[in-house]
């Protein structure tokens, strides 16, 4: 296999990697709320240091992608070789299996960061199903579409393959936060020190009802929420409803 194949070949695979991360924080981190990336940890419980954690994923994730995007773009001259689209694809589907390897491996059972459910009896179920669902059945479809023999001609599908993969590496990080549409719920998290009459001033201005605040942390109830965006020009570090707002409202703060 020629360098510039090789090249398209490891930037698939770091892009399936980024893919899959996304993947795992958007589905369970976010729509469905069954942990953070540190929730294992029972000293990290204050939701600023969550959130601060699963945003430093995402930037890592950012940075694989940016890693494959530019290495593809560096072999552009080979996505028009036959069999092109069957190697940028089983390299990219591998990539998607094998971070959820990696993650039930290391984030599961070695560091104990988290489960894939940390609210059952069982979470080693839980895992053991998302790992052969998402982990070993991508593998295994990746190997055996990189052992199919290439078609007669490239037909275009190395340039296709290369736009897809591209184009869902930009988008999956920001869909993770897309706000819904029939939420007025929104939550807040402002920057430490941020004194409580600044933010009931702007809480005011927006017509926001508190329904709920602690550590920095604002549940808020609006008429207009797609105006809660001009918070943060009043010390808000994030403002976020819909997935993002469930994530935030999901995570379990220890009593004092």
Not at 34 to 50: A, P
Not at 141 to 150: E, G, I, Q, V
Request: glycine residues 12%; charged residues 15%; aromatic residues 8%.
């Amino acid at each position: 296999m020629s360098a510039p194949a090789n090249a398209r070949g490891r930037s698939a695979l770091l892009l399936g990697i980024a893919l899959g991360g996304f993947f795992d924080g958007i589905v369970l981190h976010q729509i469905l709320q069954w942990h953070h990336l540190l929730s294992g940890l029972e000293r990290v419980r204050d939701l600023r240091m969550q959130l601060l954690a699963d945003g430093v994923f995402h930037a890592l994730m950012y940075l694989l992608a940016l890693a494959g995007l530019v290495g593809l773009w560096r072999a552009r001259r080979s996505w028009e070789d036959p069999g092109a689209g069957r190697v940028l694809g089983s390299a990219a589907l591998l990539g998607f299996g094998l971070w959820h390897v990696l993650d039930a491996l290391f984030s599961h059972w070695l560091l104990g960061l988290h489960r894939v459910r940390m609210d059952v009896a069982n979470p080693l179920v839980w895992d053991l199903g998302w790992l052969a669902a998402f982990g070993l059945v991508p593998l295994a479809l990746a190997l055996w579409w990189r052992r199919r023999p290439p078609p007669p001609k490239a037909g275009g599908a190395g340039r296709r393959g290369a736009a897809a993969l591209g184009l869902a590496a930009l988008l999956a990080g920001p869909l993770a936060a897309l706000p819904a549409a029939d939420t007025d719920q929104v939550l807040v998290v402002f920057a430490p020190g941020t004194a409580g009459a600044r933010a009931f001033d702007a809480f005011a201005r927006l017509d926001a009802r508190v329904l709920w605040a602690r550590d920095g942390v604002w549940a808020l109830q609006m008429d207009r929420p797609g105006q809660a965006w001009r918070l943060l020009a009043d010390g808000a570090l994030l403002v976020g409803r819909g997935p993002l707002a469930g994530c935030l409202g999901a995570t379990r703060l220890a009593p004092r």
